[in-house]
């Protein structure tokens, strides 16, 4: 991890693998959690205080890091230096029609929005660019889910009409 500037997980692999690395009695967000996801009647929704553990967790591995975690239906969050950088709403849709392929489609389209804005590698750009990239991963991985199959792509036309309803 000493190398990577961005790392992108779903929820579901950001929580495993720091409950998985940290001690249950070092952070109390951790264990809450992991006891109201084991409960079907818990509000499972994950607390602003989780994230800052996720993020710090992940700190300490590379303090220069962007830790990207997709949400679903609720959007994407990053993390850079121990706190939550940006959130993002996901493009809200009815007609979920086929969910392969949605991450993959968000980091496309986060990889694309991050460039947008990038000014030569520039570190201090970078959480700009973050947060464009954060729109355009929510944008392209709604639009993915709005068709069968992940290899029927949207067009540019369609992805920028998801933006401008989200925005």
Sequence with gaps: LQYVDFLILNELEAFSIVSTHLKEEE???F???????NNPNANNEPTNDLFVTMATFFQS??????IIVTRGPKGAISLNNGSILHTQNA?????IVDPTGAGDAFA????HG????WKNGERECWKKAVKQGLKWGC???TSCVLRQGASNPSSREEIELLLSSSS
Excluded: I, T
């Design 27 to 29: 952070d109390d967000s």
């Design 31 to 37: 264990q809450q959690w992991k006891e109201r996801h």
């Design 61 to 66: 591995y590379n303090p220069q890091m962007y």
């Design 91 to 95: 493009v809200q849709q009815e007609d």
């Design 108 to 111: 496309a389209g986060f990889l």
């Design 114 to 117: 991050l460039f947008l804005d």
């Design 139 to 141: 944008a392209v991985g």
